[in-house]
């Protein structure tokens, strides 16, 4: 299948700093990249999707100023966490989908956030 | 709105006996399903998707999965599970054109 790779896989930070991930989509162009986050014994919860090129949109209650995200390429997402805070610690996966698969998504190997 | 359910959170089992995971969604129209698999320290795998057609899906690994639309599930199963099975495995729902609702998780523990 299609690979995804997600960067960095662990960060520990300071709160009150930022920490940007990376979602990389390796052998095709993702026209659609989605981020979610799990907390501990909860589902996969989507934070937003974003298109190339475009605003990404957000799910109700998670705020947009808070998790930056730019999908600035058809290869590349970020999220940005900005002023973290212990209660962001959390695990965090992209997934990416294009169009000649369908619904299928690919994801990311997550990255676990810890705020200290 | 759409939700998934995976009804055991925690499986534990002995090398050769047999699985069975429970996923039941709540949506009326048409819908995609997956299942995912996430061994430990790795990426999510896909396992096994349903679009159309046989409801009864093969996937990696020796497992398979049944959608029973009436019942509205997409069951996983495998016949005799091995200790490399051992991981977190997720239902997931995409009805046409929408997002994906995944499940809260079964951790599967199979015991040499």
């Known amino acids: 299948g299609a690979v995804v790779s997600q960067h960095p896989s662990r960060v520990i930070c300071k709160s009150g700093t930022s920490v940007k991930i990376e979602c990389r989509s390796l052998?095709?162009?993702?026209?659609?990249m989605f981020w979610y986050r799990q907390f501990p014994k909860q589902s996969l919860m989507l934070m937003a999707t974003?298109?190339?090129?475009?605003?990404?949109?957000?799910e109700q209650g998670v705020e947009k100023d808070k998790f930056l995200i730019n999908h600035a390429s058809l290869t590349l997402s970020t999220l940005t966490v900005t002023s973290a805070h212990p209660e962001d610690s959390s695990f965090y996966i992209c997934?990416?989908?294009?169009?000649?698969?369908?619904?299928?998504?690919?994801f990311g190997q997550g990255t676990r956030l810890t705020v200290v | 709105a759409q939700s998934v359910s995976q009804h055991n959170h925690h499986v534990i089992l002995s090398e050769a006996a047999s699985l069975e995971l429970g996923c039941n969604y709540s949506y009326g129209g048409t819908v995609n399903l997956f299942w995912y698999v996430q061994y430990p320290g790795q990426h999510l795998q896909l396992l096994l998707k349903y679009f159309s057609g046989d409801p009864l899906v093969k996937g990696i690994k020796g497992f398979e999965a049944e959608f029973i639309k009436s019942k509205f599930s997409f069951n996983l199963r495998k016949p005799s599970v091995q200790w490399s099975d051992t991981a977190e495995y997720f239902c997931?729902?995409?009805?046409?054109?929408?997002?994906?609702?995944f499940g809260t998780g079964t951790k599967l523990q199979v015991i040499p």
């Open positions: 997934s990416a989908r294009f169009v000649r698969r369908g619904t299928e998504a690919f």
């Open positions: 997931a729902v995409i009805p046409l054109n929408q997002k994906v609702t």
């Open positions: 974003s298109n190339e090129g475009s605003k990404a949109t957000y």
């Open positions: 052998d095709f162009q993702a026209t659609t």
